[in-house]
């Protein structure tokens, strides 16, 4: 997709059709539907969307097509911890509850590194009843369901991947930097 994206700004730089270009490297490339928005100084310059966005389904892409990502976002919240670790805002070495409020005794030596690396013990999230994307938990909402669940293995004794991890990451970004994640991103 990045090898896209970079024939697709080559191609504005000379003045090519974008839309014929987009399609032309969605076949080329098998990518079944893409939604794309082109800013220059924050302004919307260039929208395309199409191709479809659920095969089974054949249901199109259209504006404001909401695309699963999955784990694709754990890199831009790992960016983000090492970026405030640059600025000298954090180390990946504290512990959690510096950035976190009401965590749960259990957590109390619990590092940043330790959830970048799935490797804290917290309980993967993905199981559990009340965590449905459509509830909209807040950090205090979310931190409190989930300290209610005893951890999976000591910190740092074991590996489990967790969803809940790179959330409260996405939380300590935002604490630390004082912007909503999205802004932060």
């Excluded at 909401?66 to 954090?90: H, T, Y």
Aim: charged share 15%.
């Amino acid at each position: 997709m990045i090898g896209l994206l970079v024939i697709f700004f080559a191609s504005i730089a000379r003045g090519d059709n974008v839309d014929n270009l987009i399609k032309n490297e969605m076949q080329k490339h098998n990518v079944p539907g893409v939604e794309c928005l082109v800013l220059k100084d924050g302004q919307p310059v260039k929208s395309f969307y199409g191709g479809e966005a659920n095969l089974e389904w054949n249901t199109p892409v259209e504006a404001n097509t909401v695309f699963e990502i999955g784990s694709i976002s754990k890199q831009f919240a790992a960016a983000s911890i090492l970026l405030l670790a640059e600025a000298g805002k954090l180390s990946i070495d504290d512990h959690i509850s510096k950035y976190l409020t009401n965590t749960p005794p259990a957590w109390t030596n619990i590092t940043i590194r330790q959830l970048l690396s799935h490797t804290s013990g917290i309980h993967n999230y993905d199981d559990l009843d009340g965590f449905e994307l459509r509830r909209h938990l807040t950090q205090a909402q979310f931190i409190s369901q989930l300290a209610q669940q005893p951890l999976d293995f000591p910190p740092g004794e074991s590996w489990s991947y967790s969803n809940s991890g790179y959330n409260l990451l996405g939380y300590i970004v935002a604490n630390v930097s004082g912007e909503n994640y999205w802004t932060f991103l």
